[in-house]
């Protein structure tokens, strides 16, 4: 037998049902790559349920047989051996079962989790505008684990009981139909209230997931916004909602609670009150001669293994339906595709950059599809360019960049790389050409070569160099005791805003990409290391087209072109010194920039006769 097959099966799992179809049919695509596993498991099972079946039998021989009275005593210690030998396959199959099965709940939890990850990191950012991460990461944490218990424990557990069950019925009914009848009528009796019951805990299990969730996400959401709560001394209010929250997760545990206590009682109660009843029935029936002493106790000992089987199913049947509920919100989760359509058309090379073309380009966000953020947008980038979109705050600046890098896609017109639509593109392909700075720097937890590196991997030691150089990055990397394997910490906490401004832009230079996209690339600097970032970025963008967005109109006046935008259109374009002659919307968002309207145009004025642009 090989060892579990570490990929998961890419069949689709199925679409929401009830909730015990859907556990079904989880389990069996998860279980379908481990069948050799699983059946091995199975067999072990199948091998301990028999040895356990043979018991009583064994004794019944032992009583009827006068071996305990004395009557044949050369063949006491064959018999006893005999069921010393039952015994020895009985632990031998339990600890295969326990050792198969337990690895199979493992790997098929992982299995599970590599899924759900998967399918989040395929999903467009309006995936994550209606569910909070902490929900989704209660779902990828602890509704996976309840499908691990599930196959790893409860799953075996049930097949055991279900089997010694069956088989004890079997048993009763061969050694006394009569018997056997008053047991199957006990069966009858406790199966309908543990099946009303199972029902009530399905919905309070869902229900305890989802509070769950809503604390998860909650707190995640106050402990990565924690010096925004203690600057405004919001730690008591957020303690009390958390509190709140995990009073209304209480409160429906404890429903969930109460309705399993109520079935354990219901099947445990009627199953040996019944049981009790049987026995005295039997015993009857040896007072009168009818049944010998040991087919008796063969009796009593199969109606203990009934007896017992439905107690413990009972409260296994607990943990079904809390997997039930789990399968059923991850299903949910995995049913939910926002993805973007793969054209699959390869992106040209590229060759100085891109030619970028914005054809009538209409687009509204999924969350609002009512307002128009680009109304009839024409743009056209020529290869090698480096153009510059500056305007107020929600004028459509960064939609430009979600469009680029196919976050979403245009609701109206088309955008054109190369002469080749974008949405027939390969989407992977694509984004491997580009690079991206953001506004807020990303940093990954780990080291900061790892950081450096992300859209790199495999660059060599003197490219991380340059790329550090480039982005004015090497004299604080010197620094650090540990250099580039310095941990950085969760969100780089370990770093300055600067600084992790200044390894994000290492990381695109890095990329060495045909597009190099810059969301307000030195947001973050202070005056020296912005002065430094420019100059690198003025080095970086040769041979590329380069998009750059900003505010701080002094970082793009060495712009090929500037682009103003305004309420979703192109209102302004030409040069930073026509512009500012201009008088128009970007002459006065320079202006703003500084106290003196009149000395900051005068300032701009003299600093843009420095730059080629205005020289020509």
Request: some cysteine; charged content about 20%.
């Amino acid at each position: 037998m090989t060892e579990l097959n570490s990929q998961p099966n890419n069949s689709a799992l199925p679409a929401p049902a009830s909730a015990v179809r859907t556990l079904g049919g989880t389990l069996k695509l998860l279980l379908a790559p481990h069948w050799a596993w699983a059946a091995t498991a199975l067999l072990a099972l199948l091998t301990g349920a028999a040895m356990s079946l043979s018991m009583p039998l064994m004794f019944r021989w032992l009583i009827d047989s006068g071996f305990l009275q004395g009557k044949h005593p050369e063949g006491l210690n064959q018999a006893f051996g005999w069921i010393l030998l039952l015994v020895v396959v009985l632990a031998l199959a339990s600890a295969s079962r326990f050792y198969l099965v337990t690895s199979l709940g493992e790997r098929v939890s992982a299995d599970l989790r590599d899924r759900v990850y998967k399918h989040l990191l395929k999903q467009r950012p309006e995936f994550f505008e209606t569910l909070k991460v902490g929900e989704v990461l209660s779902r990828l944490t602890a509704d996976t684990t309840l499908i691990q218990t599930l196959v790893g424990s409860s799953l075996s557990f049930a097949l055991r009981h279900s089997l010694t069950t069956v088989g004890g019925l079997v048993m009763l009914v061969a050694t006394s139909p009569m018997l056997s009848g008053a047991v199957l009528a006990l069966v009858i009796l406790v199966m309908i209230p543990v099946v009303i019951l199972a029902r009530r805990v399905r919905k309070y299990s869902r229900a305890s997931q989802d509070k769950l969730a809503d604390s998860s996400a909650l707190a995640q959401e106050v402990l990565n916004q924690i010096t925004t709560v203690q600057a405004f001394n919001q730690e008591q209010r957020e303690a009390n909602r958390f509190e709140e929250s995990s009073h209304r997760m209480y409160a429906t545990a404890k429903r969930r609670i109460r309705n399993r206590a109520g079935l354990l009682f219901v099947a445990i109660g009627l199953a040996f009150s019944g049981l009790v009843s049987v026995l005295w029935m039997g015993a009857r029936a040896v007072a009168e001669g009818s049944m010998s002493g040991g087919e008796l106790a063969q009796f009593v000992m199969y109606a203990a293994f009934v007896g017992g089987g439905f107690a413990a199913l009972s409260e296994v049947l607990g943990e079904f339906q809390r997997a039930a509920g789990a399968a059923e919100r991850l299903v949910e989760l995995l049913n939910l595709n926002v993805v973007v359509p793969d054209g699959g058309v390869k992106a040209p090379r590229a060759q100085g950059g891109y030619r970028i073309q914005f054809n009538h380009v209409e687009f509204a966000y999924p969350s609002s599809p009512t307002k128009a953020v680009l109304k009839g947008f024409d743009l056209t980038i020529e290869r090698g360019e480096t153009v510059a979109v500056v305007g107020p705050s929600g004028a459509g600046k960064s939609t430009l960049f979600n469009l680029l890098l196919r976050w979403y896609d245009t609701t109206g017109g088309t955008i054109l790389i190369d002469g080749v639509p974008l949405r027939d593109m390969d989407i992977h392909d694509w984004r491997g050409h580009c690079a991206y700075v953001a506004q807020e720097p990303v940093i990954f937890s780990g080291t900061l070569g790892d950081n450096v590196r992300y859209g790199n991997p495999n660059a060599d030691e003197l490219a991380v160099q340059t790329a550090l150089r480039d982005a004015a990055a090497t004299a604080f990397v010197q620094r650090l005791p540990e250099g580039l394997n310095t941990s950085v910490g969760e969100k780089g906490v370990r770093l300055s805003g600067g600084e992790r401004q200044r390894v994000s832009i290492a990381r695109a230079v890095l990329r060495d990409a045909g597009l190099l996209l810059l969301d307000e690339a030195t947001a973050s600097l202070d005056a020296e290391s912005e002065r430094l970032v420019q100059e690198a970025i003025d080095r970086s963008r040769q041979g590329r087209t380069t998009l750059v967005i900003a505010h701080r109109l002094a970082t793009v006046m060495a712009a090929d072109r500037i682009v103003v935008m305004n309420e979703g259109r192109i209102v302004e374009t030409g040069t930073h010194r026509e512009l500012v002659a201009l008088g128009g919307l970007y002459a006065k968002l320079a202006s703003l920039q500084f106290i003196d309207g009149q000395a900051d145009t005068n300032w701009l004025n003299s600093n843009s006769a420095t730059t080629p642009h205005a020289q020509g």
